[in-house]
């Protein structure tokens, strides 16, 4: 078995994953025209990645959250080029997707270093211009982020996501016995002693009807988009979320929590998933588990108890079923190598998938480069005399 030491890797305090900006490019310098010089052109404004930048340091350093890069310098008789105005950078977390005001996509930052030009400087004054300058470009962004992990943990209020994320990292999340514990992100880090890292990140539970933005709604389910995988997070006595509503089962808790995302966004389904069984150390817990193995194998036996439009247009089909207490540590061990090993195996299907493709490619262009050799041959041959 593989032994393994986690460490925290980030606790968010006062959380914050979109912020609204103003951006304006510098205006350019004024042209010379008696002796036909041009000015410099405006900054522009641009957005840098950082992996140690957040969007809570980056509004408190900027609280009035406006950014205008430098004019251009005026054509002058000693420099009848005008230099260009100074660039202004936004410092950002990676994971960022920039917008502007009418919700279009401008770009994504997902590494370190990562750049996006959002607002671009004015030109110089020129012959066209009439030597006088171009304002730059004005610029309303949102910066919307969405956490980067291996692991996303899945599951209703109350499932013992805190507490599985406490065992499996040194992370230490609030932990108590109501629901919407978690009311913010937070990543843990799997170490293992090969130096195999995965990170694991524990979002808001989710509720019937999050798709809707109930409950933490999409401010939940966003973050899942980026994660490499999904741990369905269940518990064995299944949920009930308050008096007034509905009890459902651990069969009923994975059938919802898969219909939720389906709604969100049908792509959240194709994610390779996990299923961790929780609170196996309480009364009964093994008889249930057997229900519900037989459940998850036969599902189809069981939708009857939905309403029609409770039921998702497919199942997900569980990579491994691991059942586990995060309190006595049952099965934790068992679901920290099922973990690796269903990164490791996608990760090698993703390589295979690449190969094959970059291979049928090299094919179709040797068949290609093969079909038009005859026709270059019947050119370029010499001529046979009798």
Not at 92 to 108: A, F, Q, R, Y
Not at 176 to 201: C, R
Not at 290 to 299: E, F, G, K, S
Request: proline letters at 4%; aromatic letters at 6%.
């Amino acid at each position: 078995m593989v032994r393994c030491s986690c460490v925290l890797l980030r606790k968010y305090g006062n959380f914050i994953d979109n912020l609204r900006l103003f951006t304006r490019g510098g205006s350019g310098g004024m042209g010379y025209p008696r002796l036909g010089g041009e000015g410099g052109k405006g900054g522009d404004v641009w957005v840098v990645a950082h992996n140690k930048m957040t969007l809570k340091q980056l509004k408190d350093k900027y609280p009035q959250k406006r950014f205008v890069a430098g004019e251009g310098a005026n054509s002058r008789v000693s420099a009848l080029k005008g230099s260009k105005g100074k660039d202004c950078e936004i410092p950002v977390p990676v994971g960022i997707s920039v917008t502007d005001e009418n919700g279009k996509i401008i770009g994504e930052l997902n590494k370190e270093k990562d750049r996006l030009l959002v607002a671009e400087g004015g030109l110089g004054g020129k012959l066209l211009t009439n030597f006088l300058p171009l304002k730059g470009q004005k610029r309303v962004i949102h910066l919307d982020l969405k956490l980067m992990a291996d692991i996303g943990l899945v599951g209703f209020p109350n499932a013992g996501k805190s507490s599985l994320l406490s065992q499996i990292s040194h992370a230490k999340p609030a932990i108590a016995d109501y629901a919407f514990t978690t009311l913010k992100p937070e990543l843990g880090k799997i170490m293992y002693n090969d130096f195999k890292q995965i990170s694991v990140a524990d979002l808001p539970g989710l509720i019937e009807g999050a798709h809707m933005n109930k409950g933490m709604g999409h401010k939940f389910l966003k973050h899942i988009e980026r994660t490499r995988q999904l741990l369905f997070v269940v518990d064995i006595s299944g949920f009930q979320l308050s008096s007034q509503t509905q009890y459902r089962t651990a069969f009923e808790t994975i059938i919802l929590l898969t219909k939720e995302l389906e709604l969100y966004k049908e792509e959240l389904q194709t994610k390779p998933a996990l299923l961790a069984v929780n609170k196996m150390d309480l009364p009964d817990a093994q008889d249930k588990f057997r229900v519900l193995m037989n459940q998850l194998q036969n599902p189809k036996d069981f939708l009857h108890v939905f309403e029609k439009n409770m039921i998702p247009e497919r199942t997900i089909e569980f990579q491994h079923i691991i059942p586990i207490s995060a309190i006595t540590r049952e099965g934790i061990d068992e679901l920290k190598n099922c973990i690796r090993k269903s990164l490791d195996e996608h990760a090698n299907w993703e390589n295979d998938a690449y190969h094959k493709k970059q291979l049928l490619n090299l094919q179709i262009s040797n068949t290609v480069s093969y079909s038009e050799t005859p026709s270059k041959n019947t050119v370029t041959s010499p001529r046979m005399d009798n």
